[in-house]
């Protein structure tokens, strides 16, 4: 039996949220932002919402945190500059740039887990915090799924009020925007 048995698993589960192309739950956070412009990615859909653009900063930012925690880093927190973020200047270089963030987040997290050698530091509590290092792994997955599914409904109604590709939308959603007139 491997000792990093678990450990091999949730790096499994982030490789097929993030970019699996048959993931059960659905389309990974790749998949969702194929196709996001940077107008789309800073329309909001009506107030009191997130961007795209604040959501995956915002899962940028929960990733790094990760990250920070796998490298012993006892004194990083998120806080409400590291957490959400709202852009007053955005375009598509910095959506260029928030997209490469996420996927450095990602690689840096597949990467500390990978260096571990066993199990072991998952039933440890992450400092700072009251609950260990599988219970924030498996949480990091959740928030992915999570967010992913907020940014694929607000790429849909942002396609259904004319921002991006509806044939697209409609090979990805189907013909179904009913409801979306309501907002």
């Known amino acids: 039996m491997d000792k990093r ?10 490789n097929l949220t993030y970019e699996g192309e048959e993931a059960w739950h659905g389309p990974s ?31 940028t930012s929960w ?6 925690k796998l490298q012993g ?3 990083f927190d998120i806080n409400e500059k590291t957490d959400w973020k709202v852009f007053k200047r ?4 910095e959506w260029e ?14 990467s500390e887990l ?11 509590t992450v400092p700072g915090r009251q609950y260990d290092y599988y219970t924030m792994l498996h949480g990091i997955i959740q928030h992915d799924l999570y967010h992913t599914g907020q940014i694929s409904i607000l790429k849909k109604a942002l396609i259904y009020k ?9 090979d990805e959603f189907g013909d179904d925007f009913d409801g979306l007139d309501d907002y």
């Open 5 to 14: 048995e678990e450990i091999l698993r949730i790096i499994d589960q982030l």
């Open 73 to 75: 880093d006892a004194d």
């Open 90 to 93: 955005f375009d598509d270089i």
């Open 114 to 124: 990978e260096n571990l050698q066993d199990d072991e530091l998952l039933d440890e």
């Open 29 to 59: 956070v790749v998949e969702t932002l194929a196709e996001v412009t940077w107008e789309m990615a800073n329309q909001k859909v009506m107030p009191g919402t997130h961007t795209i653009a604040e959501l995956v900063f915002h899962a």
């Open 162 to 170: 004319g921002f991006g590709n509806k044939k697209a939308a409609t």
């Open 63 to 68: 990733r790094i945190f990760c990250v920070r």
């Open 97 to 110: 740039g928030l997209q490469m963030e996420l996927s450095l987040s990602q690689h840096e997290l597949i």
